[in-house]
């Protein structure tokens, strides 16, 4: 089943010198249980991108849809995770509190304890034992471990990453990689702008968004 579609969208940005157009008309699908990673040169119009596959920015002209629904606003966090370049883990939260965060703003998990979940994807991805430090105390490369951990851990429909490997070393990214992948194999559509060969490898598929349109790699 498509979980994420886009049709025809278009999106320009004004600019002194005339509007820029960054997205000429763009078209994909991503199906639920599958990870798509995003490629193309730099300045091309990834992040732009995601920025409206989640809801934060709506397009020029175009549709889209999360499963099924058309998208006018931000949708809830378990219909659509987003994981952006500059992270947005909550500073006057820790690493654990980010991470839970979905989980205890879901009305269906209202009671239920969310420790034990929290602690194990801590674990995984290397970034236990942080204790009550708060992001702005713990390394940048431990930061971006957590941000993909409060993506997947509610299973989300649909889960947007924006470069999410892009200042992780040899040693940490792999473990973010098999999350991203382990969300896409547990039903979450997931789709991946990035430069990282790691996450190629691990997707199903490859995309490219070059002078505006996507084609397929």
């Not at 931000?74 to 987003?82: D, F, H, I, T």
């Not at 702005?136 to 924006?162: K, M, N, T, Y």
Request: proline fraction near 7%; aromatic fraction near 2%; charge should be negative.
């Amino acid at each position: 089943m498509t979980a994420l579609r886009a049709e025809g969208v278009h999106r320009s940005f004004d600019h002194p010198s005339g509007a820029v157009h960054v997205l000429r008309g763009v078209d994909l699908e991503v199906a639920a249980g599958e990870l798509v990673t995003l490629a193309g040169p730099s300045g091309q119009g990834r992040s732009a991108l995601i920025t409206l596959l989640c809801g934060f920015d709506q397009p020029d002209k175009g549709t889209i849809e999360v499963c099924r629904r058309s998208l006018t606003t931000p949708p809830s966090w378990r219909l659509c995770a987003v994981l952006p370049q500059a992270l947005g883990l909550a500073g006057e939260l820790t690493p654990a509190e980010n991470i839970a965060l979905p989980l205890r703003l879901d009305p269906t998990r209202r009671g239920h304890p969310v420790g034990d979940a929290v602690d194990d994807l801590m674990a995984e991805l290397g970034i236990d034992g942080l204790g009550d430090r708060y992001p702005a105390e713990v390394s940048f490369g431990r930061q971006q471990r957590a941000a993909p951990a409060r993506a997947v851990i509610a299973l989300p429909e649909v889960l947007l990453a924006d470069e999410p490997t892009a200042h992780l070393d040899q040693r940490s990214a792999p473990a973010s990689v098999a999350a991203l992948r382990r969300a896409a194999d547990t039903g979450s559509a997931v789709l991946v702008a990035t430069h990282h060969d790691l996450v190629h490898l691990a997707a199903d598929r490859t995309l490219v968004l070059d002078n505006g349109i996507v084609s397929v790699h």
